[in-house]
């Protein structure tokens, strides 16, 4: 991974959309905005880390749960977020790696607001909603 | 892996749009050092409990030794809320891995959910994950949670449904899921899953990808 770049040419996500439906009446379309116009995430201030030697290294972390209303009514969807590299203890080839990396990632993208979800509704989904936490 | 600010993203060209296409990269083309290879991992600002997730993904990271990519969600205090892996995979990795986490006491698909493990499958054939999906122009994946189940779809690109992407999706009418995950008597959906955020991440090796053969080369 560190020496051969090259083999990671292919290592990139092209996002056509992504959009959340949910039954509380609005249809969230996470997209950008403008093209060229995505505002990327500020970096969230490093804090006290709970390090679980046992998490995979993917899920290890503490995203920043700030929802913001911006002047348009979009939602900015900000992303903030630490990561923590676990101890490689239980593998055997190479003498136990303990390291700790904390890096904050982000980009902005926004929520548009839409329309109920039919099949939902149809449903009728007890305690169905989404969460501005 | 070496998760990088947003700033450095956009500097270094990782993240980027283009008539609303939004591209996310890893680094290809330095020698890495320090905490590795520079990626980014993208995780939104709201949480969910229950919905309908729908991804039009064109592209998704390639096959290759080390990598780990995954589209997610996740809640806070992992694993007391839960974590649902729409779409993951590692190295050469030829179909999909879908994998719910929780605390104790969930039990579906026959498999205890709780913690790392996880209970879960790896179903969609070479088309749903990795060079496959790519080769293919990828495709739609569409998850629905709801307080009865858990389902994860996955539509190529030339055999997505009517709709599917547009304002009113109807997975009644989208036949059998890909992975179908039941609540019930083995596992109260709601009181294992809520409050998760939406990720993209690519990382590389980490404790399923760089398992054995892999370590060794873990920087």
Known sequence: VKNNPSAFESAYWTINSLKVYTSSGSTQNLSPTTPGNVGLGSSTPDGPITENPTRKEKRAAVPAAVVAETSDGN????????????????????????????????????VKKGKVMRHLRRHQMGGFGHHHS | ?????????????????NNGVVTIRSDSTNIASGRGRNSVRLTSHKQYTHGLVVLDLEHMPGSACGVWPAFWMTGPSWPNN???????????????????????????VNKNCQGNQGCGMQQGGPASFGDGFNAANGGVYAMEWTSTAINIWFFGRNNIPAGATGANPDPSTWGSALASFQGGSGCNI?????????????TFCGDWAGTSVFISIYI
């Not at chain 1, 790696?97 to 902005?108: L, M, N, P, Q």
């Not at chain 2, 892996?1 to 749009?17: F, K, R, W």
């Not at chain 2, 839960?82 to 579906?108: F, K, R, W």
């Open chain 1, 75 to 110: 939602l900015s969807v900000e992303a903030g977020k630490r990561e923590i590299d676990i101890p490689f203890s239980s593998v055997v080839e190479q003498p136990a790696v303990t390291k700790r990396s904390i890096a904050d990632a982000g980009e902005e993208m926004y």
């Open chain 2, 1 to 17: 892996v070496n998760y990088v600010d947003g700033s450095t993203a956009q500097q270094e060209g990782l993240t980027s749009v």
């Open chain 2, 82 to 108: 839960g974590e649902i892996d729409i779409l993951e995979g590692v190295n050469y990795q030829s179909t999909n891995a879908m994998t719910l986490h929780s605390n104790s006491g969930c039990t579906m």
């Open chain 2, 190 to 202: 709601d009181d294992h899953f809520k409050n998760n955020n939406l990720v993209f991440d690519t």
